[in-house]
Nanobody
């Protein structure tokens, strides 16, 4: 049974930093692309960051590029999202995701497994 468990969310003031972590189990972690998505109240879930199986390729949308970094440790089956210079508009529930792909796709339909999410709140 595949499990993705996120941790590290919380409340921070604008300009602050948070580090999210996702622990994966029940799957062959190494060959899979990993991703982070977020969903704010009343909005659709959106792609935040993705990393290829070897970690050599990372992809982030312009909205977070330069502020967020994604990394993975295939020996620990973890993928982290380091977030700096947080803004109130970054407030959302953040989800870890994986699937059967080795490359990163921004479409939600390409991701099979999801964590339960962790809340990030950025106050102004």
């Amino acid at each position: 049974q595949v499990q993705l468990v996120e941790s590290g969310g919380g409340e921070v003031q604008a300009g602050g930093s948070l580090r999210l972590s996702c622990q994966a189990s029940g799957l062959n972690f190494g060959p899979k692309a990993m991703g982070w998505f977020r969903q704010a109240p009343g909005k659709e879930r959106e792609f935040v960051a993705g990393i290829t199986r070897g970690g050599g390729g990372t992809y982030l949308p312009d909205s977070v590029k330069g502020r967020f970094t994604i990394s993975r440790d295939n020996t620990k089956n973890t993928v982290d999202l380091q977030m700096h210079m947080l803004k109130p508009e970054d407030t959302a529930v953040y989800y870890c995701a994986t699937g059967n792909e080795t490359y990163v796709y921004t479409s939600l339909s390409r991701w099979t497994y999801w964590g339960q999410g962790t809340q990030v709140t950025v106050s102004s």
